[in-house]
């Protein structure tokens, strides 16, 4: 078992949806969480990262996570064709590590 | 700003061929990563260099050798290309220890494809 399991997908809705995409996780270690977009043909990009178990909130985005479930979340709101692209989810461990463990990254198509 | 700069971006290989993979960032970062991304199998680190002056094995190093030649480049290279090495390579580069006044956030460049036939 892969220490950090995303859904490869793809997950395809309509334009307006409401979209989640999550990860878990094994290893408690893991205190530090973002989630990176990937444009098709494009290197990843880093969409939001949190600290600390709850939401945080970015515009049409937010970010959950809880610690205690080892499950982590983006929700997407009123979604868009160009939020199409492959959502990953990365990790890092505390104590000053600078190495995430990403996921396998969840392929999103918003069709108009 | 350019940010991560990686050359080339498109190479075709024949088995046993050699290759290096450039890769050039201009933010003054102290870490750098190279990366391999595979369709189902998402990004596996290959190499990384903390800092200016120290390599490390990733989780997929086998068949691959990088250099930090300066704060600014860290190349990889294939001394002799397998068809299993075909694959997307990424070069990435961050600030460095995540002190908590660093992201940790990890920059990346477009991506080099590479075939091996």
């Known amino acids: 078992q892969k220490e950090v399991e995303q859904d490869p997908g793809p997950l395809s809705v309509p334009e307006g949806a409401i979209v989640s995409l999550n990860c878990t996780y094994s290893?408690?270690?893991?205190?530090?969480f973002m989630w990176y977009r990937q444009y098709s043909r494009k290197g990843p990009e880093l969409l939001m990262y949190?600290?600390?178990?709850g939401n945080k909130e970015d515009g049409r985005f937010t970010a959950q996570v809880d610690k205690s479930s080892k499950y982590i979340s983006l929700f997407i709101r009123d979604s868009q064709p160009s939020d199409s692209a492959t959502y990953l989810c990365a990790l890092y461990p505390g104590g000053g590590s600078y190495i995430p463990t990403f996921g396998r990254g969840t392929s999103l198509i918003v069709h108009p | 700003n350019a940010g991560v700069t990686q050359t080339p971006k498109f190479q075709v290989l024949k088995t046993g061929q050699s290759m290096t993979l450039q890769c050039a960032q201009d933010?003054?970062?102290?870490?750098m990563y190279w990366y391999r991304q595979d369709p189902g199998m998402g990004l596996r680190l290959i190499y990384y260099?903390?800092?200016?002056?120290?390599?490390d094995k990733g989780e997929v190093p086998n068949g691959y050798n990088v250099s930090r030649l300066n704060k600014r480049e860290f190349s990889l290279r294939l001394e002799s290309a397998a068809p299993s090495q075909t694959s997307v390579y990424f070069c990435?580069?961050?600030?460095?220890?995540?002190?908590?006044?660093?992201?940790?956030?990890?920059?990346f460049g477009e991506g080099s494809r590479l075939t091996v036939l």
């Open positions: 990435a580069s961050s600030e460095g220890p995540f002190l908590g006044v660093s992201t940790g956030e990890l920059f």
């Open positions: 949190t600290y600390s178990s």
């Open positions: 260099s903390a800092s200016e002056g120290t390599t």
């Open positions: 933010m003054n970062h102290n870490s």
């Open positions: 290893n408690s270690a893991f205190q530090y």
